[in-house]
């Protein structure tokens, strides 16, 4: 039977606006994510068993369980109990690049990469959005992780409207490896800090048009004008997050001051990003943080927007 190798490719948020509560405790948000080419390379096959099995190259990634990837195998074998009993378990081995609990999804973009890869192994049929709706009870990054590219995600994430692919830009990725930051702790923390700025209940974003800021860029995206996308990059997490972590503030500034048209950080953290307009500009400038701030603790990637999120090979 065949196998598969697939190419899970992180994300990072140019806007996440945290919007307001939901009656089923997540928070509503309106965002913009981008597909990045630093990927995880996920190779599915069949285990000649009934059981799942994960093998994982990184100590901090859980092979039991409670990692993603099985999760997502785990759904697929009780969503399709026949395909199940007629094609068997699974060997999923995952080889990490994406710096993990980093605000770049990499346990979502592993999850999507299983559904995508057994929907292709125990040929399923499935459509894209039947992968994403699977995807969507997995976690909020799991439906845009399948979909790829630029797209706007509403309700707690999982709503995708597709904007144009933004292939001329690149980013600088900048990771304090000691700096982990949990997503349900930061939601929990923004939660805490700036309820009273909530929305109540609101069912459907466009209910709330008015409150939601992404229309700039937005539009900035649809016309390609790098300059204003770089003035309206948003993350409100930054307002818990850089308080507690003073050197991802520097960080910030560094990227400034080595000439990047915009920095965020991404998701809840900890990553911090820098764009450019340049392969070269992106280099020079992971050089230049490299030997200023010169910390064994702190790594960097130069990668390349992707209009796709999972790159399949057989
Ligand atoms: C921070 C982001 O990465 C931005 O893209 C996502 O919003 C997080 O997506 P994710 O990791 O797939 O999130 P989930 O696995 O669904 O949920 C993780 C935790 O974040 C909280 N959570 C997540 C999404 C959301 N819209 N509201 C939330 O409050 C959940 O209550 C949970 O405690
Ligand atoms: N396949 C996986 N890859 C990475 N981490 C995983 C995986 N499965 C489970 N985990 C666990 O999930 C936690 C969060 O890791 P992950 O890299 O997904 O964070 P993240 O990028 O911040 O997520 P997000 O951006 O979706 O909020 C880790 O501490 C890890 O133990």
């Known amino acids: 039977m065949r196998s598969y190798t697939l190419l899970a490719c992180a ?19 309106a965002m913009i994510m981008q597909s990045v080419d630093l990927c995880d390379r996920i190779h599915i096959e069949p285990s000649g068993t009934d059981s799942i099995r994960v093998t994982c190259n990184h100590p901090d990634v859980p092979c039991d369980s409670s990692n993603l990837a099985y999760r997502a195998a785990e759904l ?22 994406i710096p993990v609990a980093a605000g770049l999804a990499g346990g979502s973009s592993n999850a999507a990469a299983v559904v995508v890869g057994i929907n292709l192994l125990w040929n399923l049929g499935l459509t894209q ?25 509403t309700g707690r994430g999982e709503k995708l409207s597709p ?18 930051i949990s997503t349900a702790w930061a939601y929990q923390t923004y939660r805490a800090t700036y309820e009273e700025t909530y929305i109540r209940d609101p069912e459907h974003i466009e209910a709330y ?35 507690e972590y ?15 048209i915009g920095t965020l950080m991404s998701g809840s953290g900890s990553t911090v990003f820098a764009l450019t307009e340049s392969h070269s500009e992106a280099e020079r400038i992971k050089a230049y943080i490299e030997q ?14 992707s ?8």
């Open 163 to 180: 904007l144009p692919d933004l292939d001329q830009l690149y980013v600088v990725l900048a990771k304090y490896e000691s700096v982990k």
């Open 307 to 314: 209009p796709t999120g999972i790159k399949v090979s057989e």
């Open 292 to 305: 200023e701030l010169h910390h064994p603790d702190l790594k960097l990637w130069v990668a390349q927007f």
């Open 11 to 29: 994300k990072i948020n140019l806007y996440l606006e945290i919007v307001g509560d939901r009656a089923d405790g997540y928070h509503e948000l």
């Open 129 to 153: 959005g039947e992968c994403e709706q699977l995807g969507a009870v997995l976690g909020s990054d799991v439906p845009f992780c399948i979909r790829g590219g630029t797209a706007l995600a």
């Open 246 to 260: 003073p050197q991802l503030v520097s960080l910030k500034q560094r990227f400034i001051e080595a000439g990047a």
């Open 76 to 97: 697929m074998r009780s969503e399709f109990p026949e395909a199940f009993a007629r094609y068997g378990g699974v060997n999923i081995y995952i080889t990490k690049k």
């Open 209 to 243: 048009g008015q409150k939601v800021h992404s229309g700039p860029i937005v539009r900035a995206i649809a016309s390609k004008d790098s300059a204003i996308i770089t003035e309206e990059l948003r993350n409100d997490f930054e307002k818990i997050v850089l308080p």
